[in-house]
């Protein structure tokens, strides 16, 4: 067991009964106060505990982490220095922290000059992506769609042999509380029907999770699933919008385009693998037996709790989808041993995306197009008005958490409003 997991562990930090962030958590974050430079940070109950302040007061000394990696717009710098330092400026991060030790607990100006409170800060995008993968690893999810387009045939052959993915894009990938505007493109009503240029009528969220690697091996090397938990740092909540209409237009022959990189919103705290250890169980039985190279070892799926809420402009939100990323039928070891067995190298601060996460159950479905089955049945909100997809003003967010003995591993949220499209 890592240490830093133990359930028993307690902090002199004040930690609320239901808090995301108890000491055996410790995500990692960037955060700017005022107008402040941004710095890195780590979540302790209500607070960011500020590593630069703690960088420069020399509590890291002995780690050799460059000043750099804690003064920094992204955790991109941090994250390059690999899993192994990152173990152990975790560590030395819950030593400080513990209800048994006074080192920090006792230095003056504690409340702050390094731990601030979370409503005066901020959270930035954690990374800076170089690359953007989004897979379609929930079997649930894949069956879905497919069912709507071919009831007969829904996975299509290759779907149990491999965990299909697509390159997505970076640029557009925003944290959470960014206002995302209604998107427009080309839209047909139906089959043979000419093009009309509009703004979408079928804006979608899909729930998904991310992880986000290391530094990864020289090009033409490929990463074993023994060796890929090595390679991954964290992992994050991920909603990949859609927009439904004009990706049933776009998406043949080469996949989806513009349906897709408009906007992706990430969770702004990245909770680490190791933090995630103990929530580990087996995943589901993969039928038929896949080939020896995305063969694995071990418990690779991870129980994490997902909840997905719509909240209209003038009303309460709703919980529309209550789901879990344990079931994945890809876990993240294939995902990532997939990725590189042609030799594509993978660099700090990538981030690969599930694929929208979908249960047995109607009510763990991880989108609109499925939850509405697409829009047969629409959802009520807590005002008695109905969706199909996502209005104008509303507010979509996804919280995140695993829980066990008492500790609960959260993830934060992602929560994004939606504005009009621009007009022409
Ligand atoms: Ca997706």
């Known amino acids: 067991m890592i240490e830093v997991n133990d359930p028993k562990l307690t902090s002199w930090v ?14 990692f ?16 109950g209500n607070f960011v505990l500020d590593l630069y302040a703690l960088q420069q007061d020399d509590y890291f000394g002995a780690l050799l982490i460059p000043d750099e990696a804690f003064r920094s717009y992204t955790l991109n710098a941090l994250i390059k220095t690999g899993k192994f330092k990152i173990r152990a400026l975790r560590f030395a991060i819950s030593m400080l922290l513990r209800s048994d030790n006074e080192t920090l607990k006792n230095s003056a100006n ?5 731990l601030i409170p979370m409503e005066e800060v901020k959270m930035l995008l954690p990374i800076e992506p170089g690359d953007y993968t989004d897979f379609y690893s929930s079997i649930q999810h894949a069956t879905n769609i497919g069912k709507m387009f071919r009831p007969d045939n829904p996975l299509l052959p290759n779907w149990k042999h491999m965990p299909i993915g697509y390159h997505g894009r970076c640029s557009s990938i925003v944290p959470t509380g960014t206002e995302i505007r209604r998107p427009k493109g080309q839209i047909i009503y139906k089959d043979g029907d000419a093009p009309q240029f509009k ?5 979608d969220f899909e729930l998904e999770m991310a992880f986000i690697t290391h530094e990864g091996k020289m090009q033409g090397l490929n990463i074993t699933t023994e060796e890929a938990d090595d390679f991954i740092f964290g992992m994050v909540i991920f909603n990949d919008w859609s927009a439904r209409d004009i990706q049933r237009w776009e998406y043949v022959p080469l996949g989806p385009f513009l349906s897709k990189n408009f906007a992706s919103s990430i969770s702004p705290w990245v909770v680490t693998l190791d933090a995630l250890e103990p929530f580990r169980i087996p995943g589901e039985k993969q039928e038929p037996e896949v080939l020896d190279y995305l063969k694995f070892n071990g418990d690779k799926n991870i129980d994490i709790h997902l909840q997905v809420y719509i909240e209209p402009e003038f009303a309460d939100p709703t919980l529309v989808s209550d789901s879990n990323y344990k079931y994945m ?4 070891a294939q995902q990532l041993a997939h990725q590189t067995i042609n ?12 694929g929208t996460i979908s249960g047995n159950e109607p009510n763990s479905y991880g989108s609109m197009m499925e939850l509405t089955w697409r829009g047969a049945n629409p959802l009520t909100m807590s005002d008695g008005s109905e969706r199909k997809f996502i209005n104008d003003y509303d507010t979509v967010f996804i919280k995140a958490w695993c829980e066990k003995n008492n500790v609960r591993i959260g993830f934060g949220e992602v929560r994004n409003k939606i504005l009009p499209a621009f007009k022409q």
């Open 14 to 27: 004040p930690v609320e009964a239901g808090s995301d962030f108890p000491i055996q958590n410790l995500p």
């Open 29 to 44: 974050g960037v955060f700017q106060k005022d107008d402040h430079h941004p710095r890195v940070g780590v979540a302790i």
């Open 110 to 114: 504690i409340y702050g000059k390094y």
């Open 199 to 203: 703004a979408t009528e079928q804006l």
């Open 329 to 332: 039928y890809w876990n993240m």
């Open 343 to 354: 030799g594509c190298n993978v660099r700090a601060a990538d981030i690969y995306a599930s």
